[in-house]
T-cell receptor, first 112, second 114 residues
């Protein structure tokens, strides 16, 4: 089945630790995105990538980093510099930046 | 700059009645407009989009939306609501020119009452 896969579904992090969220797609999409979802705030864009080896900061990139070494993979690292990382993280991909997006099932990150 | 507003945090409708979830947008130039639905603890699912052409767009699960350029609105509608339609609905806008970056609304929770 074609789709976009995020792992893990739930992730717990101790304060001061870096964690990496995985996002893989087999849809052959060029564009990939990371969003953060907090209650009542909708989706906020963290990073996006239109092609391999290129990515751009979104609206709330501070404390996060990404890489796009392969077309199908766009991992997100939540660093210790992110002061409030507890949230629901969504990865998405689209054929182009102007197409509708396909979303993964999300990763819920909790700082303990 | 672009923005999208969903003025209602929650919409309640009785099963079988028509439903409307409101969305207004602001963008310089021609917009691309999208509706997505999210069920609890899941990712978003695409419902429909407007790019150009007919102002009435039909999408998945019997949903449709009407693009109104003069009112800068893109309201989501369905003639007869189902309990299973209860979910969180997001409107999104994209400026058709320039570098593509979608802006999402804050979401509207739809509650269909049996």
């Amino acid at each position: 089945d074609g789709g976009i896969t995020q792992s893990p579904k739930y992730l717990f992090r101790k304060e001061g630790q870096n964690v990496t969220l995985s996002c893989e797609q087999n849809l052959n999409h060029d564009a990939m995105y990371w969003y953060r979802q907090d209650p009542g705030q909708g989706l906020r864009l963290i990073y996006y990538s239109q092609i391999v080896n290129d990515f751009q900061k979104g609206d709330i990139a501070e404390g996060y980093s990404v890489s796009r070494e392969k077309k199908e993979s766009f991992p997100l690292t939540v660093t210790s510099a992110q002061k409030n990382p507890t949230a629901f993280y969504l990865c998405a991909s689209s054929i182009t930046g102007r197409s509708e997006a396909f979303f993964g099932q999300g990763t819920r990150l909790t700082v303990v | 700059a672009q923005s999208v507003a969903q003025p209602e945090d929650q919409v309640n409708v009785a099963e079988g009645n028509p439903l409307t979830v409101k969305c207004t947008y602001s963008v310089s130039g021609n917009p691309y407009l999208f509706w997505y639905v999210q069920y609890p603890n899941r990712g978003l699912q695409f419902l429909l989009k407007y790019i150009t052409g007919d102002n009435l767009v039909k999408g998945s699960y019997g949903f449709e939306a009407e693009f109104n350029k003069s009112q800068t609105s893109f309201h989501l509608k369905k003639p007869s609501a189902l309990v299973s339609d209860s979910a969180l609905y997001f409107c999104a806008v994209l400026y058709s020119g320039g570098y593509q970056k979608v802006t999402f609304g804050t979401g509207t929770k739809l509650q269909v009452i049996p």
